[in-house]
């Protein structure tokens, strides 16, 4: 414990704590910017300055630690005359265009001036022009961008992708895509974390609303809109409202009141990703390939994506299973078409998600009918959801809750569990036992697969082998496993990869809280629905018996393989 | 009123001279990690500043050479701004007045030819790919040594760790703490405020105090890989150390009696202590490293059985043979060459100097070792060197520290004969007086001056122009030489030799220990990832946060030196070391640039390696 004094008001801290931990647990509030815990602690944007007796420069509070005897003030003419000016200099290079700006009503860059009163300006506009391929789902806007560096260190030590580079020193210093490239050229993920990391609206999702909106408003499609698991663990949070109250029920009544036709569940499709991928599982365990590597997931688009640049030799190893989003849109344009009497063309088919990454995914070659059209017309991240609720001006607290429609809104919990890392390899485990023992075993039995932590392990047996699966997730971890599996420091049978840390609910297309990081808070919502739902195995989903029944017959049927799977080609991303 | 005043410096002009002596040191201080395009439309605008504002080339053209160098900063220009740069540079610099225009002209043109590549760059790519700031110390120091991180722990009054961190990169801090040419000093953002940290002085005072010299790190488990070092000097003994914590087991070939290389047979004990070279020997010994002196790996085939019978092979031979001078009588008896002469002194057989007339030929820090050791053995000793002696290569210390000792200079004295008599017995030098020219390749040469060659007294002469490799055998065993230096990759390989590798003066030319040391350390780290493995050097020590006073100007603290008649004629240390006061002094001036600054965000601390 060191004793200092701040703001006349002394305090015992432990030590190592930084003056802005210490101010913050004795109710004395900090202003920071570009600060981001554990992630960016680089002291850049000087907002977070505090005067220090003794001393004539100001210190930054969010990388300095208390040292006995410190005595602190964070209220100075001096820390105020710095930090109005510095965050003057900010906006100088900033385009500042509230109103028509995706953070307009979340940035933590507008908080500043406002709290600062920050009213006039000294200094001349200069603001940064940079190009940029407005077709890509994701968007970077230079002449917002306020240099924190956030996006850099996200994509450099979680990710480590290192999309994004200082492309000069000096005073033309500016934040790109590394070397300047052309970001379809580089091996951007499209995992959105820079995204939910920017304080700033600098970089946002390619916006899709118009598109939507011009699809509702036509009379000859009908809308079909699928929600992903972790959205119900989400999409509340722009109303303030609890896990409790933002419930897919409730988004289901949004929906139709906005006008769409038929109200769908991807952890539906997830139950059917399992089917198959559990039964390639078993597949793959009796004919092993010689390199010993283990099969991965392919669920994730933000990892295959990955995998298609940075291991290309491992796609082999890529479950073929296409993702629920794509097995979602193939059995809609296929099963629930005919089922319906409907035209695939006839069909808009809408997906909500959590991810960045699944824009790029429907829009691949692949993932498109032999007519032209895609099984996924459309993909909407749940910010877009949210702010498409916004502008209809509806308070979906005032919306009651209602059933998804069937058949395609029936799930099981371990389909629910998808959102999470670990959850798609519980989810199979659980029913690759019932595959191989015509047996269930108590659906918690792999709950070691549950939590945060970067790489987790789950060891079992199943008709007397041992296995040991591996969920990571992260792309950085996923590197990092991947190297130990090839050079033999490792080894196991199967890997769930998602980019997201924490997985979907942490994905890049969730709401922002501005230095925070949600995916903990997110994931026991998924995991007490799974433990509520009276089904807890894929494969006792009475919708998933139906369309095997009915259209596909067995797991891995010529059918379901020239529906429900894929080829991965490092050619298409 | 008078007819004539004398001038005054007003306030005004005193503040703007102060001003540019801050922006010389500003320059000095970071030069390699700014944009080259946005330097040299700095340095135009600041030529600009400086025209009298006559004649059109000066006032006009410096100021549309800025614009035309900031629009290839922006991005704005295309490869026919580079043409128009290029005209209007040339025109200026044949066409201006006055130096104020020309000179600034040809400095443009110059940076044109020398930064082509990131010029175009800008203007193909849109970004700069000049290296990012980093720490500015850890990056010039050829090893990387954590200079901050040591320098904090001194502070903290805990020189024992600090050593221990030193020793991550570089197991030589003792031997280094006395003879390193701490190129680390050169650009230490220190020197933007004053002068750069005496980073030097403070190593060797943390190895004066720490109680006991310890491992990096612990050794790790045995691989079994078995792995062959040629030659026991800094670079060899360097990879031997780290190899052998790796877990792997090395033998090391020395030639000669003793290990250390040139810090034994070179570099005299007056300057590097020998107990003090032992030290560091001692620790890397205690690794358990296995050694074979008088051990002469002397042929092509006794490099190919150490081939066969190891996994893994590292040649740091140095750079042991001298370079002859061709003329006459150059093999007359009493003249040496520097190496076999300080060889011998390494061997502890101190040749008879006493009362004899010594000239020494060249200007290096050879030559200056050589100058000063025999001062201590009772010589009368000239220095003759064909430039001037602020063209001499030996460091300005060295210099100094000879002349103070008593050593006369003869500059401009090209030698041209040794004077023998009838027994081929020498007697003097005869040397051709030199006047000083034009630059050719960046340093002023010399040209016989139109004065006949004149004689001097010599009992002895000590030919300290260079040293050679002994790479001969190698190069038969197929290995690629680039003159008498083996031809490896900057990792230290060759090219369809796998397992064979080498580093040190034998693939530079006779350099300094820190640069051998540093490819002493490449090579392990390539050596050990060869024989399949990824053990990764890592020292467990927290660095104290920074201290938090305002860094106002403060005298550098330097290191002091034992009195002249003192220390002239023994072979003891010339350096004293600094107080407790003044070390921990200069520890508080560094900047800790591993916290403030870009470090804090990329190219910062590499904790492992
Ligand atoms: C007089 C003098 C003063 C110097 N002063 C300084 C100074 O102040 N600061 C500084 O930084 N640098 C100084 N240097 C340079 C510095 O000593 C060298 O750069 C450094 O020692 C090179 O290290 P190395 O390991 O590459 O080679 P060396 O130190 O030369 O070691 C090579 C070793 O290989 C052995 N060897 C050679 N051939 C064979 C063989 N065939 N078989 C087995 N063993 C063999 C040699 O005996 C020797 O021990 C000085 C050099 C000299 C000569
Ligand atoms: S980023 Fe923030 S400050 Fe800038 S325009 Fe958008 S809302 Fe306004
Ligand atoms: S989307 Fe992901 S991979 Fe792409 S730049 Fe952002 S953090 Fe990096
Ligand atoms: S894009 Fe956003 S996160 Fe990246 S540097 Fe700019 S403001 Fe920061
Ligand atoms: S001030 Fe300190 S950290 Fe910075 S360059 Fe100098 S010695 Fe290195």
Request: one cysteine or more; a negative charge.
């Amino acid at each position: 414990m060191v004793k200092i004094t701040m703001d006349r008001q002394e305090m015992d801290v432990p030590a190592g704590t930084t003056i802005l931990d210490a101010a913050e647990n004795h109710g004395i509030h900090i202003p920071t910017l570009c600060y981001y815990a554990h992630l960016n602690e680089i002291g850049s944007c000087r907002m977070c300055l505090v005067e220090m007796q003794g001393k004539d420069q100001l210190v930054t509070a969010c990388n300095t630690k208390v040292s006995e005897g410190m005595r602190l003030a964070t209220n100075t003419p001096a820390v105020r005359e710095a930090r109005q000016t510095n965050l003057e200099l900010i906006l100088s290079q900033h385009r500042v265009d509230c109103t028509s700006c995706v953070r307009g009503d979340n940035c933590s860059l507008q908080d500043l001036a406002n709290n600062m009163g920050v009213t006039s300006q000294d200094y001349e506009k200069e603001l940064a022009a940079q190009k940029w391929d407005m077709a890509f789902p994701l968007i970077r806007d230079n002449s917002k961008c306020i240099k924190c560096m956030r996006c850099v260190q996200v994509c450099d030590k979680i990710q480590q992708l290192h999309v994004w580079d200082v492309l000069h020193p000096g005073s033309e210093s500016d934040i790109g895509v590394r070397e300047n490239l052309p970001i379809s050229e580089v091996n951007c993920s499209l995992c959105g974390q820079c995204v939910t990391h920017c304080p700033v609206g600098a970089l946002s999702e390619r916006d899709d609303v118009p598109r939507m909106m011009a699809a509702l408003a036509d009379p000859d499609v009908t809308t079909v809109v699928q929600i992903a698991p972790s959205i119900r663990a989400a999409w509340g949070e722009d109303f303030g409202m609890t896990p409790k109250e933002g419930t897919v029920k409730r988004l289901a009544s949004v929906l139709r009141h906005i006008g769409f036709d038929y109200i769908f569940d991807t952890s539906f499709s997830a139950d059917l990703t399992i089917m198959e991928e559990a039964s390639e599982f078993l597949h793959f365990m009796g004919d092993r390939p010689d390199d010993n590597l283990p099969l991965f997931t392919s669920c994730c688009p933000g990892w295959v994506r990955f995998a298609k640049t940075e291991y290309p030799e491992l796609l082999g190893h890529l479950s073929t299973s296409k993702s629920p989003q794509q097995m979602f849109g193939a059995v809609t344009k296929t099963w629930y078409a005919e089922k319906m009497g409907l035209k695939p063309d006839q069909i808009f088919s809408v997906s909500i998600m959590p991810c960045i990454a699944k824009k790029s995914e429907a829009d691949m070659p692949s993932m498109t009918r032999e007519d032209g059209t895609p099984d996924v017309d459309l993909v909407l991240t749940t910010r877009e959801l949210d702010r498409m609720i916004k502008s209809e001006y509806l308070d979906p607290r005032s919306f009651p809750e209602s059933e998804l429609d069937d058949p395609l809104g029936v799930a099981s919990g371990a389909g629910v569990i998808f959102g999470s890392t670990g959850g798609v390899m519980e989810a199979a485990l659980r029913s690759a036992y019932y595959f191989v023992n015509d047996k269930n075993t108590d659906a918690d039995t792999f709950k070691a697969a549950r939590g945060q932590d970067g790489c987790r392990e789950v060891d079992t047996e199943i008709n007397g082998i041992p296995i040991r699966g591996i969920a990571v997730n992260g792309l950085g971890n996923a590197r990092h496993l991947i190297e130990d599996l090839k050079a033999g420091r490792r080894q196991c049978d199967f890997v769930e990869v998602m980019a997201c840390p924490g997985g979907c609910v942490g994905g890049g297309g969730q709401p922002i809280h501005d230095g925070e990081e949600w995916a903990a808070r997110r994931a026991p919502t998924l995991y007490n629905l799974d433990e509520r739902n009276t089904i807890r195995f894929s494969h006792e989903n009475p919708s998933i018996k139906e369309v095997y029944k009915e259209y596909f017959g067995t797991p891995l049927s010529e059918k379901a393989e020239a529906v429900l799977h894929t080829h991965h080609s490092a050619a298409e991303r | 009123m008078s007819r004539l005043s004398l001038d005054t410096t007003t306030a005004a002009e005193q503040t703007a001279s102060a001003l540019y002596q801050s922006l010389q040191l500003r320059m000095a201080a970071a030069p390699t990690a700014s944009c080259p395009v946005e330097i040299a439309s700095a340095y135009t605008h600041l030529c600009h500043s400086q025209s009298c504002g006559k004649c059109v080339p000066c006032r006009i053209g410096l100021g549309q050479l800025e614009n035309l160098l900031e629009a290839v900063k922006k991005g704005e220009a295309t490869e026919a701004t580079l043409d128009v740069i290029e005209r209007t540079a040339r025109s200026i610099k044949n066409s201006a007045d006055c130096a104020i225009g020309y000179q600034a002209a040809a400095e443009v043109l110059r940076s044109l030819v020398a930064f082509r590549p990131d010029f175009e760059n800008h203007i193909q790519k849109g970004f700069c790919s000049a290296p990012r700031q980093g720490i500015p110390c850890v990056q010039e120091c050829p090893a990387h040594v954590d200079i901050p991180g040591y320098i904090a722990l001194i502070a903290d009054h805990r020189p024992t760790d600090a050593v221990k961190l030193i020793r991550k990169d570089n197991p030589f801090p003792t031997a280094c703490a006395f003879i390193c040419e701490h190129p680390c000093e050169n650009q230490c953002r220190r020197n933007l405020i004053d002068r750069s940290i005496n980073i030097r002085g403070l190593k060797s005072y943390c190895v004066d105090k720490a109680t006991e010299d310890i491992f990096p790190m612990d050794k790790m488990a045995p691989t079994g890989k078995k792995v062959a070092i040629i030659g026991g000097g800094p670079s060899g003994l360097t990879t031997a150390f780290y190899l052998e914590l790796m877990g792997h087991d090395v033998t090391v070939f020395e030639k000669r009696k003793h290990l250390g290389g040139m810090l034994r047979y070179g570099i005299p004990s007056y300057r590097l202590n020998r107990d003090n070279l032992q030290r560091d020997i001692n620790l890397i010994l205690d690794s358990g490293v296995e050694v074979h002196r008088d051990y002469d790996i002397d042929s092509a085939e006794a490099f190919e059985n150490l081939k066969n019978e190891f996994d893994a092979t590292y040649i740091a031979i140095g750079a042991h043979s001298h370079k002859a001078l061709k003329i006459a009588h150059a093999d007359a008896r009493g003249v040496l060459s520097a190496v076999e002469m300080l060889r011998g002194i390494g061997d502890g057989n101190l040749p008879d100097f006493k009362d004899k007339k010594v000239i020494v030929i060249g200007g290096g820090n050879v030559a200056m070792d050589v100058a000063r050791s025999s001062i201590r053995l009772g010589a009368d000793v000239t220095i003759a060197y064909r430039r001037r002696q602020e063209d001499m290569t030996a460091l300005p210390a060295e210099v100094e520290g000879a002349i103070a000792e008593g050593c006369h200079m003869d500059e401009l004295m090209a030698p041209a004969e040794v004077v023998v008599d009838e027994n081929d017995q020498v007697t003097g030098l005869k040397v051709q007086p030199q006047v000083i020219g034009p630059y050719r390749k960046g340093r002023p040469s010399p040209r016989a001056a139109d004065v006949p060659p004149v004689v001097l007294d010599a009992d002895i002469i000590v030919i300290s122009i260079g040293q050679s490799i002994d790479s001969q055998k190698f190069e038969d065993a197929g290995l690629p030489r680039q003159w008498d230096q083996l031809d490896a990759t900057a990792e230290t390989t060759f090219e369809g030799h796998n397992g064979v590798f080498s580093g040190g003066n034998c693939v530079t030319g006779p350099a300094t220990v820190i640069k051998a040391i540093a490819a002493g350390k490449v090579a392990a780290a390539n050596i050990d990832e060869y024989l399949g493995y990824d053990h990764k050097v890592e020292t467990h020590i927290e660095i104290p946060e920074p201290l938090l006073h305002d860094r106002v100007p403060c005298g550098r603290v330097e290191i002091k030196e034992r009195p002249i008649g003192d220390r002239k004629d023994d072979f003891d240390d010339v350096e004293l070391k600094l107080s407790d006061e003044e070390a921990l002094q200069e520890a508080s001036r560094c900047l800790r640039c591993d916290h403030f600054g870009y470090a804090a965000f990329r190219e910062g601390r590499q904790r492992t390696w």
